[in-house]
């Protein structure tokens, strides 16, 4: 948890508000620590996620609407991996 806090903080603290994460910093934060995330043909996918994420609409992520992106981002690794897994036992 404390690596995770750390991280938030590094890319927090590249532009404006060491508090708060923003597009740009989202985005090499996603290159860095998650760069499969950047895989998907939708050419906005970040933006697109950041604004589901920003509940309060300022255009910066607080360390809670981040956090919900990590949760969200472990959850659907989980799944689909859980699925292969699944599909490799049974033989399909």
């Given at each position: 948890?404390?690596d ?58 607080q360390?809670?609407e ?27």
């Amino acid at each position: 948890m404390e690596d995770l806090l750390s991280s938030y903080r590094k890319f927090a603290k590249m532009e404006g508000n060491p508090e708060t994460i923003n597009l740009n910093e989202f985005r090499e934060y996603v290159k860095a620590e998650i760069p499969t995330y950047l895989e998907s043909k939708d050419p906005h996918l970040l933006e697109n996620t950041m604004a589901s994420l920003d509940v309060d609409k300022d255009g910066e992520l607080q360390y809670k609407e981040f956090f919900s992106f990590i949760t969200q981002y472990i959850v659907a690794s989980y799944n689909a991996n859980n699925k292969v897994h699944r599909y490799s036992i049974n033989g399909s």
